[in-house]
């Protein structure tokens, strides 16, 4: 019996709250530094829409406005920064119903899910945003010119950024879900004409409003679904016989 299998309701929800607690710390210190350098990070942050900007800046309408750009920078920067952390927690918080073989593997969960996530963000922000902006503000000619506020912009771009990120963890929910015996490579492969579909309503969901960034998104989380499959079939082979 796993000691997940011995533990109360209550010291699992007891548990989740000190999780929950401890990543918000994390994030809280990485965003700490994210407001230190939230002027770097805010220039960053304006590049991919710079080029669209009349005035080269983004606008803002109230008093507090420029003042709270800095905090959801730094806030964003705190939660990159410390995705090493909350994946930390979250392996913590699943592993008692886990087997002592499969707790082996709570380094290449957490190196592999920052790696993922950050794949995430930089896929976005290198490849995503400009097609999306070249698109969204160039379509139906240039007569008409962008007047993007600063709130409105940063509550896109967070968004649509965490939303990349947490989607190029694919991989690591299924691997993991395969690890604790609830899905298979064979699973996969044969649910492959839902997940698609599935894929493809998420990628709609969480990029802008024009084909191009869905597609964008939905090439690599194919891409991601059918690399799961690969590393399944490579970490355990008696689960998929020869011929499936």
Not at 75 to 94: D, E, K, N, R, V
Not at 197 to 226: C, F, H, K, Q, W
Request: charged content about 15%; glycine content about 10%.
């Amino acid at each position: 019996m796993t000691e997940e299998q011995q533990m109360s309701l209550v010291e699992h929800l007891s548990d989740l709250r000190r999780r929950l607690i401890l990543s918000l710390l994390g994030i809280a210190v990485g965003m700490a530094l994210g407001i230190w350098q939230s002027e770097l990070l805010l220039e960053l942050i304006r590049k991919p829409i710079q080029p669209y900007l009349q005035s080269g800046g983004l606008v803002f309408t109230g008093v507090m406005d420029k003042f709270l750009a800095h905090l959801k920078v730094g806030a964003l920067g705190g939660l990159i920064l410390a995705c090493p952390w909350w994946l930390y927690q979250l392996w913590q918080f699943i592993s008692p119903g886990l087997y002592k073989n499969e707790r082996k593997y709570a380094v290449g969960f957490i190196v592999s899910g920052t790696i993922l996530f950050m794949m995430g963000v930089g896929f976005v922000y290198f490849f995503v945003y400009p097609a999306a902006f070249e698109y969204l503000l160039n379509v139906g000619g240039n007569v008409d010119k962008p007047m993007i506020t600063i709130s409105e912009y940063l509550g896109f771009f967070i968004t649509t950024t965490v939303m990349f990120g947490l989607s190029f963890e694919l991989p690591l929910v299924l691997v993991f879900l395969a690890l604790v015996g609830v899905i298979d490579a064979p699973f996969l492969k044969r649910n492959r004409r839902f997940a698609i579909p599935g894929m493809s309503l998420v990628a709609a969901i969480i990029t802008p409003p024009d084909a191009i960034s869905m597609l964008m998104m939905l090439v690599p989380m194919v891409g991601l679904y059918e690399i799961s499959i690969l590393v399944i079939q490579y970490l355990l082979p008696k689960a998929n016989p020869a011929g499936q």
